[in-house]
């Protein structure tokens, strides 16, 4: 499996717009076992996306569908930019 | 929900078997919604957990559950130390 967990910062405001478009994402991805989308309580900007996915291939794959793209084109004005971004190797646990 | 995203470190040469013990837990962990044990590709030694709770007080709670005291103690000769540590705000997405 591949993994990421990684930060995105909202631009001033737009914490909420944004949280609320990435969670509108996601129904269908293949390869897609767990994307987890959080507010960061520390920072008024903060947003954690952990993800796992059957392969990194699927991973690249899933930037590429239809959905994806728009959705990236809706968050795009919103994001100022990231901070902390980790690649993983999960093995499993619990929800996956 | 509650979240953490946490890194442990193992002690030297024994962070498959560390990894082993992590995986052969959480069963039953009530309140739980994510556990994701991951080996750490950028470190010989890190480990990767990220976790979902339904809240911060069944996250608590499971620290005494008598299953998960046991595996801290089989664990705890072999872990080294702490790495990053984030709590999170869990909203929604896959695998929840």
Known sequence: MYGLIGKMLATPGKREELLAILL???QTMPGCRSYVVARDPASEDGIWITEVWDSQEEHRGSL????VQAMIARARPMIAGFGERFETEPLGGVGL
């Open 24 to 26: 509108d994402n996601h």
């Open 64 to 67: 590429q569908l239809p959905h």
